[in-house]
């Protein structure tokens, strides 16, 4: 995460008058994380502005977080979550399961199939998706009730959309 911080002017106006300017340079210059520490665990953190002592708290202080690159930040209650975004082939590979157990729920609601009805699978895909369904297959069987997933080379198949990957997807209860 990066930390920087600006004065509430709300605040800090009133309270330093033309000095608020030079405050807003001093914190720019300041250790934020260092100050933001204090502040929040209720230390005692000053800074000089134009030879004045500023103590620092909460309502005084305009803490900016931003996420760097690659992560995404969410803040509340002094407390951080923190995700990493980047998708590595695994997660994709997830991603294309998931869509794939969810058109095949979607097919089986549409075809009238009971809640328990045992398939069976046949799709025609991308290398991306086989990889995929390879990786994923025996969670995708268990969500789906799904004895078999087999790969074929049929053109009467029902096109689904995976994650922006046509695949032609058909199902047959056993």
């Known amino acids: ?65 931003a996420a760097k690159e690659g992560y995404d930040v969410s803040t509340g209650n002094n407390l951080f979550t923190i995700i990493d975004t980047e998708l590595t082939e695994d997660l994709i590979n997830e991603g294309f399961a998931r869509e794939f157990t969810s058109k095949v729920q979607q097919m089986r609601k549409n075809n009238g199939y009971e809640m328990m009805d045992r398939i069976k699978i046949f799709y025609k895909g991308t290398e991306e998706i086989d990889k995929a369904v390879k990786e994923f297959g025996e969670f995708i069987k268990i969500e789906t009730l799904a004895d078999t997933i087999e790969k074929v080379d049929d053109a009467a198949m029902e096109v689904q959309n995976l994650n922006g990957i046509d695949t032609g997807m058909k199902l047959e209860r056993i």
């Open 1 to 65: 995460m990066d930390f920087s911080l600006k004065p509430n002017f709300k605040v800090a106006g009133p309270l330093l008058g033309s000095n608020v300017k030079l405050f807003a340079a001093e914190l720019a210059k300041a250790d934020s994380l260092e100050i933001i520490s204090k502040v929040q665990s209720g230390e005692k953190c000053e800074l000089t502005v134009n030879g004045q002592t500023v103590e620092l708290n909460d309502e005084l202080l305009d803490i900016r977080i």
